[in-house]
C-alpha cells in the first residue's frame, strides 16, 4: 500500500524559508518520478515541483529560482527547500506519486507565510 507522509509545514515571516519532507513507502521509490502539488484557499491545486527518477527537475514559474526539490533514494524522502517566501506561498502542499491510476497523494502540511 502506498503511503506519502509529509512533514516540515508551519508559520514563517515573508522571506524566509522551509523545508518540506516526504516520507514514502509501499513501492519502489527510485523507480518513480515525485511531484509536490499545492493548493491555496480557494484555489485549484497546482503543480509546484517534478523530480524524476533520474533526478531532473521542473518547476512552477511561481516558484522557480526560490524553491529546490530534491530526493534520497536511500531515505525514500523527496524534499522541497523553500526560500524567499511570498504571502502568495501559502497553501497546503501534497506529495504526490504517479504508482496508482489517478496518482497516490499524502495528507498534506500547511505552510503560512505571514507577518
Known amino acids: 500500500q502506498v503511503q506519502l507522509v509529509e512533514s516540515g509545514g508551519g508559520l514563517v515571516q515573508p522571506g524566509g524559508s522551509l523545508r518540506l519532507s516526504c516520507a514514502a513507502s509501499?513501492?519502489?521509490?527510485?523507480?518513480?518520478?515525485m511531484n509536490w502539488y499545492r493548493q491555496a484557499p480557494g484555489k485549484e491545486r497546482e503543480l509546484v515541483a517534478t523530480?524524476?527518477?533520474?533526478?531532473?527537475?521542473t518547476y512552477a514559474i511561481s516558484v522557480k529560482g526560490r524553491f529546490t526539490i530534491s530526493r534520497d533514494n536511500a531515505k525514500n524522502t523527496v524534499y522541497l527547500q523553500m526560500n524567499s517566501l511570498k504571502p502568495e506561498d501559502t497553501a497546503v502542499y501534497y506529495c504526490?506519486?504517479?504508482?496508482?491510476?489517478?496518482?497516490?497523494w499524502g495528507q498534506g502540511t500547511q505552510v503560512i507565510v505571514s507577518s
Open positions: 504526490n506519486a504517479p504508482v496508482s491510476p489517478g496518482g497516490d
Open positions: 509501499g513501492f519502489t521509490f527510485s523507480r518513480y518520478r
Open positions: 523530480i524524476t527518477s533520474v533526478g531532473s527537475t
